[in-house]
């Protein structure tokens, strides 16, 4: 049934514009789920009210979603000196055996979980394109069109990353047996972005390019693949794992004399369009010039202490007027609100001093980040999700007041409760993508079919061969 005038509207008691909170905000949304006007100091008038205060919806800006079927079976020692390489073989093994079906189950379940916990769109660095002998599907696209799928049945929004894939290592290494399943020429890349794009402007998806690392692209690649993108569209966004390890950096350096980010800066048009991811490895000069050409940064905070990979220097970020927004990559973690406070431990924790996400604006920690992140998430997801102002989509999020963490505080408090002290239960009551609401009472409609279908397939691909 077509939604009628009267539900695109919700009164907020409190609501998280991108200035900050505003008191008795009426939110009101076009048929396309866009905002055509955010009124503060309004009656309520009998208009739907929020069961707390409203907030932007969270953009992910990087997610593997396969890699959910395996978050926490990788926490035990195996070698002497655990790494992510260790991690690594793991997550090949996984990619190895996956079919598609299966690619869609866990996928829907992890939107899902990410709905429920106040993510609203999705990027998807989606690197698996190939059967498990490493031949092309017969629709070259199957693997992509499942995460379509996905995105379509949980309703969170999608930008689908397609991953470029071509060596194991600096200087064209040929490409390992462990990952046929990815590997692509550029041409062939480019036929997938064409084949792809009238499927995701039908479900109103973006489509960009995920270059994997300066370690999986050689520079011809890179090249050839950017000029590629271009001709199908200028503005796509573009996406690409950079200085996560220091293995990496390493690596790069003895290959080209320059450090990775420094090498990216120097051979690619890199400007507002791309989203650095991880970035966790950079020296001053780095910081300094990386900020300075408007990518954003990837921070994956819990998948990165997860993976023991470091901590990005956020103080320098900021300090060169970097942009930045949060993803849940590996989904060790499923939780907008967790990344920002894993963020902040991060930087207390190196630092030896509290509240460092605090900013002149915004003297809370959470609303600071939350809000920043957003911009910097929308941005990297080429999408019209940066909060809650006109021509923005209706992506938000409403706090339980009734909480037991929550009530009776003022709203900033209860997103500060909501970020640092909610004990790892949701504090959310309702989330809305697009002007639809996807989750109430904290459960998405689709919730207990989902997590059985995840579970079946999980359980399938840890059976032995
Ligand atoms: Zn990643």
């Avoid at 990087?62 to 991690?87: I, K």
């Avoid at 190895?96 to 690619?103: H, R």
């Amino acid at each position: 049934m077509p939604e009628t005038t009267s539900t695109r509207r919700l009164f907020a008691a409190d609501a998280l514009l991108p200035t900050g909170w505003a008191r008795d905000v009426l939110l009101e949304w076009d048929d396309t789920g866009k905002l055509s006007a955010v009124t503060p100091g309004v009656e309520p008038n009998g208009t739907r009210r929020a069961a707390g205060p409203v907030l932007p919806g969270m953009p992910n800006l990087h997610s593997h979603a396969f890699q959910r079927a395996f978050a926490g079976l990788t926490e035990f020692r195996g070698e002497a000196q655990d790494s992510f390489w260790s991690w690594r073989t793991l997550m090949y093994r996984f990619a190895a055996k996956i079919s598609p079906e299966q690619v869609e189950a866990i996928a829907t379940w992890l939107y899902i979980e990410m709905l429920e916990a106040g993510y609203t769109s999705v990027c998807e660095f989606h690197y698996l394109h190939h059967d498990a002998d490493g031949r092309p599907y017969a629709d070259d696209a199957e693997l992509s069109l499942a995460l379509l799928r996905a995105a379509r049945n949980a309703g969170i929004g999608l930008t689908l990353l397609p991953v470029l894939y071509q060596t194991s290592g600096f200087g064209g290494l040929a490409p390992s047996e462990g990952q046929r399943r990815f590997i692509r020429s550029t041409d062939s890349m480019l036929r997938l972005l064409d084949r792809l794009r009238p499927a995701c402007e039908a479900q109103g998806a973006r489509l960009g390019l995920a270059p994997h690392s300066l370690r999986a692209v050689p520079p011809e690649g890179l090249r050839d693949a950017l000029a590629g993108l271009d001709a199908i569209d200028p503005s796509a966004p573009v996406h690409i794992h950079i200085a996560e390890q220091t293995g990496e950096v390493d690596a790069c350096l003895a290959w080209s004399g320059q450090r990775p980010v420094a090498w990216l800066l120097d051979h690619a048009p890199v400007n507002a369009r791309w989203c650095l991811v991880h970035a966790t490895h950079m020296d001053a000069d780095e910081y300094r010039s990386a900020a300075a050409s408007g990518a954003v940064a990837g921070l994956c905070l819990t998948t990165e202490a997860n993976l023991g990979d470091g901590i990005f220097d956020f103080n320098a970020w900021r300090a060169a007027g970097g942009r930045w927004g949060v993803g849940s990559d590996s989904h060790a973690c499923v939780n907008a609100a967790e990344e920002l406070m894993m963020l902040e431990y991060g930087q207390r924790l190196a630092m030896r001093q509290r509240n460092v996400g605090a900013d002149a604006a915004h003297r809370e920690v959470a609303t600071a980040l939350t809000l920043s992140a957003v911009q910097g998430g929308a941005q990297a997801a080429g999408r019209a999700v940066g909060g809650l102002a006109v021509g923005q989509q209706a992506d938000f999020v409403v706090l339980d007041a009734a909480h037991v963490a929550l009530q009776g505080l003022s709203a900033p408090d209860m997103l500060s409760s909501h970020v640092f002290a909610s004990h790892r239960t949701s504090a959310l009551d309702a989330v809305y993508v697009a002007g639809q609401v996807r989750v109430t009472g904290a459960r998405h409609a689709l919730h207990r079919e989902a997590a059985s279908t995840f579970v079946a397939a999980r359980t399938q691909l840890l059976a032995k061969d």
